[in-house]
């Protein structure tokens, strides 16, 4: 089983819709949780860490359930500038190392 | 506040040669990670450094593969006798030593590889 699973995609949405993504982690040691974007051929950024209580910054909205292992990450009004693939992303039980699932791909079309 | 630089950004070689990989962390940052991502797959850690000392080298493979973080000077990655497996593209990250955002790890633009 990997450690950090995510559905590969490609999610394809129009602009304006709502996409959620989600992601399953196997460590239960695992201490802190966060979303990258990663546009093609460059390097991954912070989108947004993740915390139990839930977080959002504008448009994007993240979950955790530690009980469930399972991290979400919400998207509203989508825009054609938020396709890319979508990292989830975790840290912890044991290091400093972040592992990473494969990631989400997200394509906005007009 | 300039940000993860890393040099070369594509770097060709043929099988047999030496790679070096530089990486020069965000000013103020103390901790430098190396993490590969091979083509169509997703990033793996390989070495976690501080400097003058690797910290968590569990990912790199035990062979041909070194890390370094000097006193002075950029974090180095070392790749000998480079073979096409070897081709993907390496990250390089670096974070606080603590403050309110050690946790986060910057990334820098990566090095292409391409082993000929």
């Known amino acids: 089983r990997k450690e950090v699973e995510q559905d590969p995609g490609p999610f394809n949405v129009p602009e304006g819709a709502t996409v959620a993504f989600n992601c399953t982690y196997s460590?239960?040691?695992?201490?802190?949780f966060f979303w990258y974007r990663q546009d093609c051929r460059k390097e991954p950024k912070l989108l947004m860490s993740?915390?139990?209580s839930g977080n959002e910054d504008g448009r994007f909205t993240a979950q955790l359930n530690r009980a469930s292992q399972y991290i979400s990450l919400l998207i509203r009004d989508s825009k054609l500038s938020d396709s890319a693939t979508y990292l989830c992303v975790v840290k912890g039980g044991g290091g400093n190392k972040l592992t990473f699932g494969t990631g989400t791909q997200l394509k906005v079309e007009l | 506040n300039a940000g993860v630089m890393q040099n070369p950004r594509h770097l060709v070689r043929r099988r047999g040669q030496e790679a070096r990989l530089r990486c020069s962390p965000m000013k103020g940052h103390s901790h430098v990670y190396w993490y590969r991502q091979l083509p169509e797959e997703g990033l793996k850690f390989m070495v976690y450094l501080q400097k003058e000392n690797i910290i968590d080298e569990s990912g790199m493979p035990k062979e041909r593969f070194s890390a370094e973080f000097p006193k002075e000077g950029p974090s180095i990655l070392r790749i000998q006798q480079v073979v096409r497996g070897d081709s993907a593209a390496y990250f390089c990250a670096s974070s606080q030593q603590g403050g309110p955002d050690f946790e986060t790890q910057y990334f820098g633009p990566g090095t292409r590889l391409l082993v000929l």
């Open positions: 460590n239960s040691a695992s201490q802190s």
């Open positions: 993740v915390y139990s």
